[in-house]
């Protein structure tokens, strides 16, 4: 899991135990013998991409599980299940404590992976890729894009502070297009600059700034491929690619696809990801 340090996991690991454990398990404590073994199987119940189990491993580590061992690669379609995904041993009362944690993690991961693979299948054959969005689970971003990526996904920028992206109220606040771009390069010419447009009239102008990417925010497919058409007459030299944005679903993101734009993003894939769906099933020793 390359997008997140281990050290930023194992902190990240540790507030979701302590929300969830507080002062200690009273049922495991109550119930489970303290010197109990048992062995645990996780089990992928529906078909899609398993990611996460980074976030298991270190979850049961943390609760004292003394072996884990996986069982599945990440970022690949599983189509056949049930089928197991990690295996564990230790004591019976450490595993429990584990469990709703680690399964949280693992079944919102693979569900963000799952989705985005459906979206990249949806579009197979066109030159589009999907991107994700800002709009992930506070404290989760970087964990979530990775999902996406495993998922087939393209990631946009992590946060406010690696490109710009310069919105309609942007626009406005700056006094038009020409003028926020040209503020945009002068405050950080490093920077990849990205221009929404809502309207032919705006992509036809915006064209003209130097912009390295046009967001056509809200255009229907034959908008879009009008867009694609200006673009590409614009001429050989500082052609910016094209995201589309909003309204995007599994029913029509193969038609934006198949317009030309480069993009298409989906902030779907992180704010509404079904959960995939996984078991812990235990046996005593």
């Known amino acids: 899991m390359s997008a997140i340090s281990a050290e930023e996991?194992?902190?990240?690991?540790?507030?979701?135990?302590?929300e969830d454990l507080g002062d200690g398990d009273v049922t495991g404590a109550a119930t489970v013998p303290a010197e109990a073994t048992a062995s645990a199987r996780i089990v992928q119940k529906a078909p899609g991409v398993v990611f996460g189990l980074d976030l298991v491993a270190e979850t049961m580590a943390q609760t004292g599980v003394e072996e884990v061992e996986r069982r599945a690669p990440e970022g690949e379609w599983r189509q056949d299940v049930p089928a197991e995904v990690l295996v564990a041993h230790g004591r019976?009362?450490?595993i429990l404590a584990a469990e709703r944690t680690a399964l949280n993690f693992l079944g919102h991961l693979s569900g963000v992976a799952t989705l985005t693979a459906r979206y990249v299948e949806a579009i197979a054959g066109t030159e589009a890729r999907i991107l994700d969005t800002r709009k992930t689970t506070p404290g989760l971003r970087r964990l979530e894009k990775a999902a996406v990526a495993a998922g087939g996904g393209t990631n946009h920028r992590m946060g406010l502070f690696d490109a710009f992206l310069i919105k309609e109220n942007h626009i406005a606040a700056a006094g038009g297009i020409?003028?926020?771009?040209?503020?945009a390069r002068k405050a950080h010419p490093e920077l990849p600059v990205e221009v929404e447009v809502r309207n032919l009239d705006e992509t036809a102008y915006a064209l003209g700034t130097g912009a390295d990417q046009l967001l056509l925010d809200n255009m229907d497919p034959p908008t879009m491929r009008a867009a694609v058409e200006l673009r590409d007459a614009h001429g050989d030299h500082g052609k910016p690619t094209l995201e589309a944005s909003g309204n995007v679903n599994l029913q029509t993101v193969r038609a934006a696809a198949e317009t030309g734009v480069d993009f298409i993003s989906v902030g779907a894939l992180t704010h509404s990801a079904p959960v995939l769906d996984f078991s812990l099933l235990l046996s005593a020793d």
């Open 178 to 183: 020409p003028k926020a771009v040209y503020a």
């Open 92 to 94: 019976a009362r450490t």
């Open 9 to 18: 996991l194992r902190e990240l690991v540790a507030r979701a135990l302590a």
